[in-house]
């Protein structure tokens, strides 16, 4: 036997090479969304990927949580390669390994807030009571500790946020992915749900990739990437 | 699962127009129902209430007792057939009777039957002039010891006790002597009267694999015999009433499948960003697809168990005799089953949709 690295030994949140998509539109045209992207997470790394609107952030956010399939390229998440995946064993692959901020909050309306974070251990590993202390755990965390039987509806847009951001890490997620966390707040909304951000990814040391469009927040990350037309430059 | 069901209590006004409509439908199932069930019985109770093995009518009757004639000599071969250990015979009429107390007009429509052997629940033929009648004729304003008066020729007829579920053709029943049965047939149906010792039909005792067809056999032809059953899925009408009934029923049902395939299919519509949200979170279309059967499983498990006990409610309303509704809890068990069957197959219009969700829809568009 070789000396294979064991999963302890992994030093890599997301390992992405040469990772292409191309949409295929109604017309038969080809949009490349992204184009031969590499890109390596240390495995307690915080990357901000930047760029204009339209130039590949949610498509690349999608292909590294597994919601999307590249056309091309070679997708590894912790120890998993997920580039052959079905979409069954994407699906299990999702609720194990990562965490998803959405663009748009999208929590689910008819749940108050401690139940929105539930619903991630009810869809996946039904794990039961660990599941409640880690939801009341993560709710105290960010500060929710007495909003927790509130529905969203009676929520603010920072306090939706900061579930959405507790729903993510229900599932102790190897690598989680923001998509624009603070482009609904306000400028110290944003800051405050940042520094959030920060401190959850730093003191459970889990990698991360945070979508902005807005240089200031790039510098509560560890290293900024960039991203025009689907290509990445550091 | 759980989640649908949360969905359910806490935004239970989403589902209430789906609800009402089923439970309407539901209801409309179950009277028909019943409907059917009472037709049917208020049509049939003089056969089923027969403790027999074989019903004989006269080989060209079609199991009709105004066609069928029994003579002597026929009597005579089937008693002989072996296995037969009794025979009775029995005749009918049909007539208007005139009630004291009512208008000249408010006749009420009675089958008077003339029996040797006793049917189940009803005692041995009471004197010449006497009978029992079915309780459904208490509708009619009918006492024990009243005289009715049978059919233009107005027969006295003096009613001395009732028995249950008797009834013929929608008609009450009378049960009286074979004497009292010639006598009302000759003095009303005078092309219809039959000689003493005639009878219309025989009502046979005893066994065997097979009484009716051995008695066919040992007639030649002469006669048409019966089982119970068979006597009464014989009743000219009841087969055609039973099939008319039962496509209504069957039609009604495929309209609560297109309701709760529509609804749930809406439904699925509307959540296509939520259901690709729980997909992005790892949730499978399995669960997805359990949840909305569950919701479509309860909601009209709710609406069937509303409409049962309305239609129970209703059942106690009516006053017997009036309406031939008839609500058993096996009609309403069956109904409850074939709504909830409805139902899992109205949602199977949504899994194609529910398996084609996208979880990449969860993400990026801001919509
Ligand atoms: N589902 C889709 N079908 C077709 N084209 C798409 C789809 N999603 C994104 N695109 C295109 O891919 C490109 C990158 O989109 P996206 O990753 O959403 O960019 P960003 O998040 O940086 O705004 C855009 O040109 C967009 O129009
Ligand atoms: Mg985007």
Known sequence: MNSAPSATTVTTALEMSNVRKVYTMGDGSDVVALDHATLTLGSDEMVALVGPSGSGKTTLCSIAGGILSATEGRIVVGDEDISGHSAKELTKFRQDKVGFVFQSVNLVPFLNARENLLVVDELGRRTGAPAKARADQLL??????????NLP?????????????????????????????????????????????????????????????????????????????????? | MKLALKELRRRPGRFATATIILTLIAILLMFLGGLLDGLIATSTGAIRAQNAQA?????????SFVRSRIEPELRAQVEAVEGVTEVGGIGNVQLGARVPGNGPRDLASVALFGYELAPDGVPDAPPFGQAWADETIKASGVEEGMVIELGPARTPIEIVGFVKDTNFNGQSSLWASPDTWRDVLSANRPDAQVGADVFQALVVRGDGTDLPGAIDAATAGATDSYTVAGAVAAIPGVTEQQNTFNQIIGVTLAIALVVIGLFFALLTVERTSLYGVLKALGAKSSTIFAGLVAQAVVVTAIAALIAGALVAVLDLLIPPGSIPLLVTPARIVSSVVLLLVAAVLGCSFS???VLRIDPASAIGTTS
């Open chain 1, 153 to 234: 509806s009676q929520l603010s847009g920072g306090q939706r946020q900061r579930v959405a951001i507790g729903r993510a890490l229900m599932n102790d997620p190897a690598l989680v992915l923001f998509d624009e966390p603070t482009s609904a707040l306000d400028t110290k909304l944003g800051e405050q749900v940042m520094e959030l951000i920060r401190n959850e990814m730093k003191s459970r040391g889990t990698a991360a990739i945070v979508v902005t469009h807005d240089e200031r927040i790039t510098h509560y990350c560890d290293r900024s990437v960039h991203i025009i037309d689907g290509r990445l430059e550091a």
């Open chain 2, 351 to 353: 899994l194609r949709r």
């Open chain 2, 55 to 63: 019903i004989v009518y006269s080989g060209t009757a079609q199991a």
């Open chain 1, 140 to 149: 105290e965390e960010l500060g929710l500790a007495d909003r927790a039987k």
